[in-house]
């Protein structure tokens, strides 16, 4: 049996970054990915904020596709608004940036092992002591560690084996469709979103360039109380209309689903990260910052447990998922209250924020967004708004 310092499963963002960590703090790491390299298959539509990507790392040229400078918000009956916000974010080459992170990983130091199945953990005397694996040719192993990191993603079975609950709820998880389309013609700094109920019911659909001739174009929405409305229907009828000869060269479905507090992000020595942890914004889906950030802060506790500088395992929670909680907490609660207000939404007061926006923003250069100054002034501007957003206090 192979003994580590740490074993991480699942080299996506989340894992990359903890392996990272741990790693160039010089321990023995092993990070597990069941695919035959990080970054691929994936599904996303790859866009990022782009001030909390530098705050994490400077970004590489190979990384971006486009440079998101507008944002433009269309709703129903034609009513929209746009953002002039020089710099707000990048779409991101997610095969290229998932592969270069795991890299990064394994040179400062961390063992990656492909075509690696992280299946079961199993428990010590009181924490999980070893690690069952599946390797390619249906060969099964055992791996021990005194650290395990769950970056498995949003099915996260390692976490739910071992006992934390962070089943999805079918009727309250986004499920998404996404066509990468070609042979378009569009605006490489704009991001697009279509709202309102004839789009997207209980949703929204994004347009986000990968270059002027090409796009992730995608649709979410969440399940409850319309499982007949059929995603690729909606889907389908938008392309037909926006981008008639347009090429699909790739579809994807995913799912997103709600954060669900601290719950889910450890039990023992077992840490939770990224989607694994559910550590996403409900209201957009966005999750690669929050995977990168989880992972960051376990890998920093794992180094702190495994250098002694903390002794007992419960020490770990002040420092992970402690550490992230102060620094997303309210941010996560906040989207997740959004979500619950957005889902409420007739399709007029939908066209009434988007009235108020416009005026809000129209012709402004905006360089950051206060969510809390936008509710206030909303309310002021439309008090019969009110009623949703006595669901935020
Ligand atoms: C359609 C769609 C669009 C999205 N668009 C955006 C967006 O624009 N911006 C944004 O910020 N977020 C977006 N997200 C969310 C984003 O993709 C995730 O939040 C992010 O990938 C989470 O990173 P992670 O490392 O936690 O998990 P993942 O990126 O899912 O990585 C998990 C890794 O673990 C591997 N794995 C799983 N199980 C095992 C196992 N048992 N053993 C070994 N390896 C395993 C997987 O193969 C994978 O490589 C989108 C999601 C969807 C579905």
Redesign the pocket.
């Known amino acids: 049996m192979s003994r580590y310092d740490a074993v991480i499963?699942?080299?996506?963002?989340?894992?990359a970054m903890a392996a990272h960590e741990i790693a160039e703090a010089g321990f023995k790491v092993l990070i597990?990915?069941?695919?035959h390299r990080?970054g691929r298959p994936?599904?996303?539509?790859?866009?990022?904020t782009r001030q909390p990507l530098h705050d994490l790392l400077e970004p590489l040229e190979s990384w971006i596709k486009s440079r998101i400078n507008r944002v433009k918000v269309f709703g129903p009956w034609g009513y929209s608004f746009e953002v002039y916000h020089p710099e707000a974010g990048y779409i991101l080459d997610r095969t290229v940036f998932?592969y270069d992170l795991a890299s990064r990983a394994v040179e400062a130091g961390c063992r990656l092992e492909c075509e690696?199945?992280?299946?079961r953990l199993e428990c010590g005397e009181r924490l999980f002591s070893k690690l069952e694996i599946l390797k390619p040719g249906g060969v099964k192993n055992m791996v021990e560690a005194p650290i395990f990191i769950a970056?498995?993603?949003?099915?996260s079975?390692?976490a739910r084996r071992a006992g934390i609950d962070n089943d999805i709820d079918p009727t309250e998880v986004e499920s998404?469709l996404?066509y990468r389309l070609e042979d378009i013609s569009l605006d490489p700094e704009t991001m697009e979103f279509h709202m309102g109920h004839d789009i997207a019911p209980g949703g929204y659909l994004w347009v986000?360039p990968r270059s002027s001739s090409a796009a992730n174009v995608?649709l979410?929405i969440t399940i409850k109380g319309q499982r007949s409305i059929r995603l690729e229907n909606l889907l389908n009828g938008f392309i037909e209309s926006r981008f008639k000869h347009s090429k699909i060269v790739e579809k994807?479905c995913?799912?997103?689903p709600k954060y669900q507090g601290r719950k889910a992000f450890r039990r023992g020595n077992l840490l939770v990260?990224?989607?694994?942890a559910r550590a996403?914004d409900s209201l957009t889906?966005?999750?690669?910052?929050?995977?990168m950030k989880s992972?960051r802060y376990a890998g920093r506790a794992a180094v702190e447990y495994l250098s002694g500088r903390i002794t007992g395992i419960d020490d770990i929670e002040e420092l992970y998922p402690g550490r992230f909680f102060e620094e997303k907490e309210k941010e996560l609660d906040l989207y997740l209250k959004l979500r619950q207000m957005y889902l409420r939404l007739t399709d007029d007061e939908i066209k009434d924020i988007i009235e108020v926006l416009d005026n809000y923003f129209g012709g402004k250069t905006v360089r950051s967004v206060n969510a809390f100054k936008l509710l206030a002034h909303l309310t002021r501007t439309r008090p019969r708004l009110l009623r949703l957003v006595r669901h935020l206090i």
């Open positions: 499963i699942g080299a996506g963002p989340a894992g597990l990915e069941k695919h990080p994936l599904c996303c539509a790859e866009a990022v998932d690696t199945i992280g299946l970056a498995d993603g949003v099915e079975g390692i998404l996404q986000f995608g979410g994807h995913g799912l997103v990260v990224g989607d694994a996403l889906g966005a999750g690669i910052i929050n995977a992972g």
